[in-house]
């Protein structure tokens, strides 16, 4: 049973038999740790900022206007841009309770079509998130707030790290499908 804390990829079909699936597989993942290790980056930053706000506010009576989106933004980047990564781990909720009662074959089958499914689903969500983008970019749209950061940044990563995941469960998907080997 996956909990999410396992070091390496889970085991089983996903691990890419196909030469060009194994190759883009492994540019993904590098990608993809790179991205853990900005985001990393990110959530520290968020914390000083969250804090710094907080401690000019309290001590020296200093009112900023820009954490709280500052905040938000590379939290939207965070929470998007490791998606794939997560996935990657197979680290995502899943119900693991069928896994162990179904035959190798049929939950060969179900885990097919759960990915299927989620890339339908993901690759809907990515062309949304891009025309979602669009329109604050081509508009020149900012936040309400005196800071009034461009509208397009939260929307572009949001976007991105959708696509990002596509794209991992389409590799996924692949290695799953191309596959000569079977799980236990």
């Known amino acids: 049973m996956s ?4 070091i390496g ?9 196909h030469p060009l699936v194994a190759r883009l597989s492994r540019a993904l993942d590098a990608f993809n740790r790179a991205l853990l290790m900005l985001s990393m980056a990110a959530l520290v930053v968020t914390a000083l900022v969250l804090t710094y706000s907080v401690v000019s506010r309290y001590f020296f009576k200093l009112p900023t206007d820009w954490q709280d989106e500052a905040s938000v933004f590379m939290l939207v980047g965070v929470t998007f841009f490791c998606c794939a990564f997560v996935q990657s781990m197979r680290g995502h909720i899943g119900i693991e309770a069928l896994a162990g009662l179904l035959p190798a074959g049929v939950n060969a089958a179900r885990l ?3 990915d299927a499914l989620s890339l339908l689903f993901c690759a809907f969500f990515s062309w949304k998130s891009w025309t979602l983008f669009h329109e604050p970019f081509r508009d020149g749209q900012t936040t309400s707030s005196t ?13 991105f790290g959708m696509t990002l995941l ?19």
Request: glycine share 6%; charged share 10%; net charge positive.
């Open 3 to 6: 909990h999410g804390f396992e």
């Open 9 to 17: 990829p889970a085991a089983g079909p996903a691990v890419p038999d």
């Open 112 to 114: 097919l079509f759960v």
């Open 147 to 159: 800071f009034a950061p461009p509208l397009w940044i939260p929307y572009g990563m949001m976007a």
């Open 166 to 184: 596509t794209v991992q469960i389409v590799v996924q998907v692949l290695a799953r499908m191309t596959n000569r080997r079977r799980a236990a």
